[in-house]
C-alpha cells in the first residue's frame, strides 16, 4: 500500500472525500504496478493558494486545477540510484499533488460532471505527472490521457 500524506488547507474536504482520493490513487499506483514502498502527498487547497504556486513556479498569474511537483525527475547527466537489492529498500518519494477544490467545483460545472469525476480526474492527472508522464507533444499526450482515461474507466469513474 502507497503511503500517501493529505493536507487539506481550505478544512472542508471530508473524511468520506480524502478517502476516495486515496483509494483511487491506491488502484492507480497497483495499475502503475508501483512498489509498495512508495510515498507521496496531496494538498487540497483554494484558487488563491494554488495562484500563488503556478505565478511563483510555472510564471502563470492564474488559479489552475493541479499543480505536480515530481521528486524523482531525471537531469540529462542524473542517473537514477536503485536501493532495491538493499534489505530494507528506501521508500520511492514521488511528490506532491496540489489540487484546488475550488477549481475542480468551477470545472465540475463547466464540463457537465460530478465533482467526484473531477477531484479524481485531477488527482489522477497529478499522480501520471509525478511519476513521469506530461503532455507536451501530442504523442505523450495521447499516452497520458490514454492511460488517465484507462485508469478512470477501470475504476469506475467514467464522465
Same mark, same amino acid.
Given at each position: 500500500?502507497?503511503?500517501?500524506?493529505?493536507?487539506?488547507? !481550505?478544512?472542508?474536504?471530508s473524511?468520506?472525500k480524502?478517502?476516495? $482520493?486515496?483509494?483511487?490513487?491506491?488502484?492507480?499506483?497497483?495499475? &502503475?504496478q508501483?512498489? /509498495?514502498?512508495?510515498?507521496?502527498s496531496?494538498?487540497?487547497?483554494?484558487?488563491?493558494?494554488?495562484?500563488?504556486?503556478?505565478?511563483?513556479?510555472?510564471?502563470?498569474?492564474?488559479? !489552475?486545477?493541479?499543480?505536480?511537483?515530481? &521528486?524523482e /525527475?531525471?537531469?540529462? %547527466?542524473?542517473?537514477?540510484? $536503485?536501493?532495491?537489492e538493499?534489505?530494507?529498500?528506501?521508500?520511492?518519494? &514521488?511528490?506532491? $499533488?496540489?489540487?484546488?477544490?475550488e477549481?475542480?467545483?468551477?470545472?465540475?460545472?463547466?464540463?457537465?460532471?460530478?465533482? %467526484?469525476?473531477?477531484?479524481?480526474?485531477?488527482?489522477v492527472?497529478?499522480?501520471?505527472?509525478?511519476?513521469?508522464? %506530461?503532455?507536451? !507533444?501530442?504523442?505523450?499526450?495521447?499516452?497520458?490521457?490514454?492511460?488517465?482515461k484507462? $485508469? &478512470?474507466?477501470?475504476?469506475?469513474?467514467?464522465?
Open positions: 500500500m502507497m503511503d500517501i500524506t493529505f493536507i487539506d488547507e !481550505t478544512k472542508a474536504v473524511t468520506e480524502i478517502n476516495e $482520493i486515496d483509494e483511487l490513487l491506491q488502484f492507480a499506483a497497483d495499475y &502503475l508501483l512498489p /509498495e514502498e512508495t510515498e507521496m496531496v494538498t487540497f487547497m483554494d484558487n488563491a493558494a494554488i495562484q500563488e504556486i503556478n505565478r511563483e513556479y510555472r510564471g502563470k498569474d492564474a488559479p !489552475t486545477d493541479v499543480i505536480s511537483f515530481a &521528486l /525527475e531525471e537531469g540529462e %547527466d542524473e542517473i537514477p540510484v $536503485i536501493f532495491e538493499m534489505e530494507n529498500p528506501l521508500p520511492r518519494v &514521488l511528490g506532491d $499533488i496540489m489540487i484546488s477544490t477549481r475542480a467545483k468551477e470545472q465540475a460545472k463547466e464540463y457537465g460532471h460530478s465533482y %467526484d469525476r473531477e477531484i479524481g480526474f485531477l488527482a492527472h497529478g499522480f501520471l505527472h509525478i511519476n513521469g508522464y %506530461d503532455h507536451m !507533444t501530442p504523442e505523450d499526450e495521447e499516452e497520458m490521457f490514454g492511460l488517465q484507462e $485508469i &478512470l474507466d477501470a475504476y469506475g469513474l467514467k464522465r
